[in-house]
């Protein structure tokens, strides 16, 4: 799963990581229980700054799609 920022999209660099990951989670490619990629990977992958990952899983978490452990990781929700 390669999740990817369009730094020419107008739509915030958190949102589009939110919204990829919200998208694997409504289609079933991540199941309850599954645990998302850490914020390291996610920095990684995207380029984007560790806060703004950490925005978009808080956006998530308050969309009650993930729950969070700090220093454990993020999964999506039962």
């Not at 999740?3 to 998208?23: F, G, H, N, S, W």
């Not at 995207?46 to 925005?55: E, I, K, P």
């Amino acid at each position: 799963m390669e999740i990817t920022v369009d730094i020419k999209d107008p739509t915030p660099v958190y949102r589009q990581i939110a919204d990829q990951l919200e998208m694997l989670i409504r289609s079933g490619h991540l199941k309850p229980g599954e645990k998302l990629p850490s914020e390291s990977t996610l920095v990684q992958q995207t380029g984007a700054a560790r806060m703004t990952v950490r925005h978009a899983l808080e956006t998530l978490r308050d969309k009650g799609l993930i729950v969070t452990a700090p220093a454990r990781g993020s999964w999506v929700k039962e």
